[in-house]
């Protein structure tokens, strides 16, 4: 189902807010900074962690568990898209006739009264968020900011800042990317995905459209190599905006050349118009030049020095779970990554691939959802097959139910066509970490992957593999 936009209000007459997942790392940021603006604000999670810790130490008022009690004198709601109508707090909330908003609607009431930069797309949108945020603050504009993982740098992923610019993380996996009043909106790039929401993959790529020529965008930077981004160009430019394209192509306006690939990280001449000059990345893969390019021309279009954005980028430490280190025990390196779209493990184990060395690359995938799983087991064989060994999880059914005959040896099996022996499967989650451990040796890289819980496997194996140190 998707989120309908609607009419926003000022955060300073939204009344006591309640946040219903507020540990989560789209809501957490979001309730943060509606504390730190002087609004009471409540929030409930099925579980403690470190982040409603985090949220306490702000004074906010935490809880454990969902009551219908915990409401309090709340006059807003805000829930995502992951909270169901039996949730008893949301429940009540629509007894009472209390304003009941999605956590985007909550983040775009921030945004009013400032320049909002909306990044989007189906792959790399964290990423580049978070690099247009900390190229934005190293040009000295000090912009806010709520993207979808903490900042490697800052270890957040939200900042009350004092000046214009607001970037946030655009979803469109729920359609609620089309809720941000941004002037500036940024594509990286488009391809079939969410199709529970969309239905068809010509309804999910209008969806860019419709973000795009919404009432307050003035420009629109999008990928001139994507293929489903130049798709959707065409219709961007009849709608009378600006556009600016970032790629390798020739024709991009923001243009990478000279790519090179260093052990540790990546660098290319970027050309714009009044402006050559070399972009040098602490994070590796040729898709981190394409999101710094994205980044460097959000930050011309808010009439920023092209020099200072590029200088800025080598501050870029990355963010939480996109290819981040884990550890090196027993020669055996191990990062962990989020992706969970075949592209999206495409890139990142060929990225690593760049990293190993003489071992072996070994890729850990736990698959994220029934529906993907079902519509694209296929590719996500194909793309694990670029790994030397794959160890495929059971789904990480997050929001769904399951579905019959779905599991994750789909995947599995559609990997083994392509990499016969060297696929294995483990249903649980618990004993992935056993099984890395008898497979990998000395000199290997470990690639954990997936939107789920797969984040614990790493860890596990680093404790596993301790005593071989």
Same mark, same amino acid.
């Given at each position: ?370 529906? #993907?799983?079902?519509?694209?087991? $296929?590719?996500? +064989? %194909? &793309?694990? @097959? =670029? *790994?030397?060994? /794959? ?30 022996? #060297?696929?294995?499967?483990?249903? $649980?989650?618990? +004993? %992935? &970490?056993? @099984? =890395? *451990?008898?497979? /990998? ?29």
């Amino acid at each position: 189902m998707l989120i309908e936009p609607v009419p926003l209000v000022p955060v300073a007459d939204l009344g006591a807010v309640h946040f219903i997942a507020i540990g989560g790392a789209g809501m957490s940021g979001v309730a943060a900074m509606y504390a730190r603006l002087g609004v009471p604000v409540t929030g409930s999670d099925q579980a403690d962690s470190a982040t409603l810790a985090e949220l306490r130490a702000l004074g906010i008022g935490t809880f454990v568990g969902h009551d219908a009690s915990q409401l309090g004198d709340a006059r807003t709601v805000v829930v995502s898209s992951a909270v169901r109508e039996t949730n008893p707090e949301l429940a009540e909330a629509r007894r009472r006739g209390l304003r009941v908003w999605h956590r985007s609607a909550a983040l775009a009431a921030l945004m009013l009264g400032r320049t909002g930069v909306a990044v989007t797309g189906t792959h790399g949108k964290t990423t580049t968020s978070a690099m247009t945020a900390t190229i934005l603050a190293g040009a000295g504009a000090d912009p806010s900011w709520v993207v979808g993982a903490p900042l490697a740098a800052t270890g957040r992923a939200w900042h009350l800042g004092a000046g214009a610019p607001f970037v946030v993380e655009a979803d469109e996996s729920d359609g609620s990317f089309r809720q941000y009043p941004a002037g500036v909106v940024v594509i990286t790039n488009v391809e079939a995905d969410h199709l529970d929401n969309w239905g068809t993959p010509q309804a999910y790529a209008d969806g860019f459209v419709a973000l795009a020529t919404s009432g307050a965008v003035e420009t629109v930077v999008i990928s001139a190599d994507d293929p489903g981004a130049v798709a959707i160009t065409p219709a961007i430019r009849a709608s009378g905006r600006t556009v600016v394209t970032f790629g390798e192509s020739a024709g991009a306006d923001v243009r990478l050349v000279s790519a090179e690939f260093p052990p540790a990280g990546a660098r290319a001449v970027l050309q714009a118009a009044g402006d050559v000059g070399e972009v040098v990345l602490a994070v590796p893969g040729r898709y981190n030049l394409h999101n710094v390019a994205a980044a460097y021309a959000a930050g011309r279009a808010l009439g920023l020095p092209g020099p200072d954005l590029r200088a800025a980028a080598a501050a870029f430490r990355g963010t939480a779970r996109r290819f981040q280190p884990v550890g090196e025990v027993a020669g055996v390196r191990i990062f962990d990554d989020y992706a969970h779209h075949p592209t999206e493990v495409a890139a990142t184990l060929t990225a690593a691939r760049g990293l190993v060395g003489t071992g072996r690359l070994v890729a850990c995938f736990q698959p994220h959802l029934f529906t #993907r799983t079902r519509d694209f087991a $296929a590719e996500f +064989g %194909a &793309a694990l @097959a =670029l *790994a030397d060994e /794959v160890l495929v999880l059971g789904i990480y059914p997050a929001r769904e139910d399951p579905l019959p005959g779905v599991t994750g040896r789909l995947v599995a099996d559609a990997a083994g066509h392509s990499a016969p022996g #060297r696929v294995h499967y483990v249903e $649980a989650l618990a +004993g %992935a &970490a056993p @099984a =890395l *451990a008898s497979l /990998v040796r000395p000199g290997d890289l470990v690639v954990t992957l997936g939107a789920g819980d797969v984040t614990r496997v790493g860890p596990a194996l680093a404790g596993l593999l301790e005593p071989q140190r």
